[in-house]
């Protein structure tokens, strides 16, 4: 194809473009240089890992398609699928309209049909897109005028690239073109049908003008993209390459917390720059906030709202920051005005995280304001800090007394790790489990089965202490950090190398978070372990309970932190008797929280509904005949439990562990 540049066009062509290049690398090096305002982090280790992601999560649009917006999202993979392709053809547009240099492969019909067909999807999927904004409107999408305008620039080029190669289609010039395809395609391009359409005479003309239209529409969207939100469709690149490599359930450490003298985010500069990228490349899709279990039962949390708050902050503060380093930046609105309710309702569930397509991580940006509040403000809720007290008073957020921790094992013949110095496993117990009177009959479960199979295990009773993970979730790292040392020193000096636990929250926090301090060893949780221990025979059940339809509960450090989904499903589904039912479609990667992570089980719940209700809601909507419902979390049995009492179902549908009913159908020697 000859590009209508010579001369004197080409040299416009080139000045153009120069300018065009000019104004969005000067606002994209503002935008960079907002970025350096944040805190330094390292994001460049596991290099392969960020490979992956790009190939993946990047290019593959892996996240975008997944339930419940497979659709919608196909549409939108098929935008962006589209712009790649479409980009390589318009870098063959100025490459030859500039200096007549050809990329490869763009003479062949294989590349005609396949930027035709692109062209065609992409012109579909915007305008569904644009009819969607205009009469469907989603509840948690931001419809915005700048919107349209992407919509409508992307649907232009769309038209004006079918137009220009439809009329180049239709001139004599297009032999040259179906002679380096060969016989690969015998069909029409999509151009090359409506071919027929140019009317006689006006090819040249159509094709001059529509290529003109076509290449000053790109440079015009150039300009424009950095002073938009759909700068996402440049820094999703660099948000999904720099997104965490660590375990999801692993926060950040602060590093020689006794030197501090600030912590937490209360302000732009005390976020890191991934954090403020992440404002950049929010898409405004608002599914963060569809799967938010605090904003579905009534309260002020939006995770969108929490990440383009600090995007906004940043654009209208930065500039006067970058002129004066010791300008003051003061908090956006949210944190000033809903504190006690937005910051506070988050369970930490990670809902938010699983369902952006695009990498974002808020938990850290709350948890880093909650540090904030807890450590700078003393502005933590009332019961939350009577939790902290006790965990720091007593080692566990009931304030029930340290010697009784192990009160639990009496009469089991359960020793202590001082008097089984030689174990394989140290069963780390947690506060539930040793103070919660329906966990401790978890606990009692566990044991049985371990001893069952004949697993070499021990305690630490007395000496063990609240593992942090709800100080470390309130925002009080400091406290996290005494308790994990503490635990620390204890297993290092018991030389425990082997460690199971029934609590999914103890697992992440020594497993994730107890590395960042030294503590390294073998974690389980005890339903994987016990999916291994049915694998190899060790353990075996009878066969003359009555049947009953259970109903599975996804416990969200179980799953959505840790991927852990199969295991505790493979053992229910080994238990005699028991057919296992799901809590569609709120299972798995999105299962509804119980509502007492983040410390939240220590919180009171002051507005809309609270979150264990609506998933008993859940539960009881799905209709399916359950009589029981499992999880394999003592906080989300604590939360069922108080679920289905208060909705006055509990003698139609119990609560209970896995772990109890592998256990009341053991077959003993």
């Not at 935008?31 to 805190?39: E, K, M, V």
């Not at 993946?56 to 419940?68: C, F, N, S, T």
């Not at 590395?515 to 049915?534: C, D, I, M, R, T």
Request: glycine share 8%; charged share 20%.
């Amino acid at each position: 194809m000859i590009p209508p540049t010579q001369g004197l066009w080409a040299i416009v062509l080139l000045v153009l473009t120069l300018g065009a290049a000019a104004v969005f690398g000067y606002r994209v090096l503002g935008l960079y240089r907002l970025l350096r305002l944040g805190r330094d982090e390292a994001r460049i280790d596991h290099p392969w890992r960020r490979l992956r992601d790009e190939l993946v999560v990047y290019l593959g649009q892996r996240k975008l398609i997944k339930r419940p917006y497979y659709i919608r999202g196909v549409g939108h993979a098929l935008i962006f699928w589209g712009f790649l392709v479409i980009t390589y053809g318009s870098a063959d547009l100025f490459l030859r309209g500039i200096v007549g240099w050809q990329m490869p492969l763009t003479e062949t019909v294989a590349y005609a049909w396949i930027l035709d067909v692109f062209a065609v999807a992409v012109l579909a999927a915007v305008v569904i897109a644009w009819m969607r904004r205009a009469f469907v409107r989603p509840p948690r999408m931001h419809i915005v005028t700048e919107g349209y305008v992407i919509l409508t620039l992307i649907g232009f080029l769309m038209l004006t690239l079918l137009t220009f190669e439809a009329a180049w289609f239709a001139s004599a010039e297009r032999d040259s073109l179906l002679n380096l395809g060969g016989d690969l395609f015998r069909t029409k391009t999509p151009a090359e049908m409506l071919a027929s359409l140019v009317p006689p005479g006006a090819e040249r003309t159509l094709f001059v003008g529509a290529w003109w239209a076509h290449v000053g529409t790109i440079l015009a969207f150039a300009v424009y993209l950095p002073r938009t939100k759909h700068l996402h469709i440049v820094t999703t690149l660099f948000n999904v390459g720099f997104r965490k490599q660590t375990p999801r359930g692993a926060l950040d450490l602060i590093d020689d917390i006794e030197n501090k003298e600030t912590f937490g985010a209360a302000n732009i500069r005390d976020f890191s720059w991934k954090q403020l990228l992440d404002g950049y490349t929010c898409t405004e899709c608002g599914r963060c906030s569809d799967n938010c279990p605090a904003l579905a039962t009534g309260k002020t949390l939006d995770p969108q709202k929490i990440v383009l708050d600090i995007r906004d902050q940043l654009l209208r503060e930065g500039p006067k920051l970058l002129g004066d380093a010791k300008a003051e930046t003061t908090a956006p609105a949210h944190w000033v005005e809903t504190k006690p309710d937005e910051l506070w309702a988050c369970t930490t569930c990670a809902a938010c995280v699983e369902a952006c397509p695009v990498t974002i991580e808020h938990i850290d940006k709350i948890v880093d304001m909650r540090r904030s509040l807890t450590l700078m403000e003393g502005a933590a809720p009332p019961e939350a800090q009577r939790a902290m007290t006790n965990i720091e008073r007593a080692g566990n957020p009931w304030g029930e007394p340290r010697e009784t921790r192990g009160d639990w094992a009496q009469g089991l013949e359960i020793p202590t790790f001082a008097e089984k110095p030689d174990a394989e496993y140290l069963y780390f117990v947690g506060c539930a489990a040793s103070y919660d009177r329906r966990n401790q009959r978890v606990a009692r479960a566990l044991a049985a089965i371990l001893k069952s199979a004949g697993v070499s295990f021990a305690i630490l009773g007395a000496a063990e202490t609240c593992n942090g993970d709800p100080a470390r979730r309130m925002g009080n790292e400091y406290l996290f950090q005494l308790q994990a040392q503490q635990n620390i020193e204890t297993l290092n000096a018991a030389a425990v190398k082997k460690v199971i636990t029934s609590c999914p929250h103890c697992f992440n926090t020594i497993a994730n978070e107890y590395p960042q301090l030294g503590g390294n060893y073998e974690v389980v949780h005890a339903l994987p372990l016990v999916k291994k221990l049915l694998d190899e025979k060790k353990i075996t059940m009878t066969d003359g309970a009555a049947a009953e339809i259970v109903a599975y509960h996804d416990p969200c450090y179980l799953g959505r932190h840790n991927g852990i989904y199969d295991a505790p499903r493979d053992v229910l589904d080994a238990v005699p008797g028991v057919t296992r039912a799901e809590i569609a479609p709120h299972n798995r990667e999105r299962g509804f929280c119980c509502g007492a992570g983040g410390g939240r089980m220590w919180m009171e719940e002051k507005m809309g509904q609270r979150v264990n209700h609506r998933r008993v809601d859940q539960l009881l909507a799905t209709k399916s005949g359950a009589t029981k419902v499992a999880s394999g979390c003592p906080y989300c049995l604590i939360m069922l439990e108080e679920g289905v009492g208060a909705k006055g179902v509990q003698e139609s549908i119990k609560p209970v562990d896995v772990l109890e009913l592998v256990a009341a159908r053991l077959e003993t020697n």
